[in-house]
T-cell receptor, first 113, second 111 residues
């Protein structure tokens, strides 16, 4: 499928478990981003990546790990999930070098019990 | 650290009226984005503003950027119910590539 996809779309997990959210884009965009969206906070940047093997922290990186071994994939791992990480997670690609347009995936709704 | 402030955060308006959403940011940036989000959906790109004085229009929406004032506006002309959504501005920092969002303006247009 063309575009940007996220999986799973919905996930329920228990406190302390490791969870990985997947993001895949087919445009070969250099830049990819992870955001979380919570009521009252808008979207907050967790991590971003300028290219394969280059990642940087955003506003709220604690408790999250990312990797980018291939340009098209940018997985986000919660090493030990906490209830405060219950949120909707959006992946995006684009930005600089892609007419500056940023394209968002459909989101993953994560609930930590 | 870059701060992006939108106001108002909530706006209820009548169809046919005009209104403006404001986006202020705290550090130097030459690139600003506007997005629309419908309830339960992802974000849709509306405008990308790349330079001081940039103005873009699409239908009843017009966005502008004043980098000296660190201000962008999203103007709605003769609002219609279909424009009801949450609108976000986002700013890209000059010194790195972070894109930081405002908290969003929830727009409700009454028929």
């Amino acid at each position: 499928d063309a575009g940007i996809t996220q999986s799973p779309r919905y996930k329920i997990t228990e406190t302390g478990r490791q969870v990985t959210l997947m993001c895949h884009q087919t445009w070969s965009h250099s830049y990819m981003f992870w955001y979380r969206q919570d009521l009252g906070h808008g979207l907050r940047l967790i991590y971003y990546s300028a290219a394969a093997d280059i990642t940087d922290k955003g506003e709220v990186p604690d408790g999250y790990v990312v990797s980018r071994s291939k340009t098209e994939n940018f997985p986000l791992t919660l090493e030990s999930a906490t209830r405060s990480q219950t949120s909707v997670y959006f992946c995006a690609s684009g930005g600089r070098g892609s007419s500056y347009e940023q394209y968002f995936g459909p989101g993953t709704r994560l609930t930590v019990t | 650290e870059l701060k992006v402030e939108q106001n108002p955060l909530f706006l209820s308006m009548q169809e046919g009226k005009n209104y403006t959403i404001y986006c202020n940011y705290s550090t130097t940036s030459d690139r600003l984005y506007w997005y629309r989000q419908d309830p339960g959906k992802s974000l849709e790109s509306l405008f990308v503003l790349l330079s001081n004085g940039a103005v873009k229009q699409e239908g009843r929406l017009m966005a502008s950027l004043d980098t000296k004032a660190r201000l962008s506006t999203l103007h709605i002309t003769a609002a219609v119910h279909d424009l009801s959504a949450t609108y976000f501005c986002a700013v890209e920092m000059n010194r790195d590539d972070k894109i930081i969002f405002g908290k969003g303006t929830r727009l409700h247009i009454l028929p």
